[in-house]
């Protein structure tokens, strides 16, 4: 969880929601979501407009609470697959 937060605070630096680096199922993946943190230390661009930073803190902060609200955290392996399965909450 805090490699999520950690990408949740560089997101929000260049106003990226989560919707831009991909489906929710994805955030349970603790090797992408290092793999995409590692990817945002390459960026060399200017931090976001303030609304666009607004907005995008907002929809972070939504699938935080989702994820921990959830079984989205707690994943675990499948045998012979060496993938991590996750559960994905409905919206409402």
Known sequence: MDALKQLARMAV???LTPEAIGPPAVFGDADYVARYLGFTRTWDSAPAKP???ERARKE???LLARME???MTKAS???GTGRIATRIAPRR
Do not use: A, L
Request: charged fraction near 25%; glycine fraction near 6%; proline fraction near 7%.
């Open 60 to 62: 972070w902060d939504r």
């Open 77 to 79: 392996s499948h045998p």
């Open 51 to 53: 609304k666009t930073q």
């Open 13 to 15: 630096k260049h106003g």
């Open 69 to 71: 609200t959830s079984n």
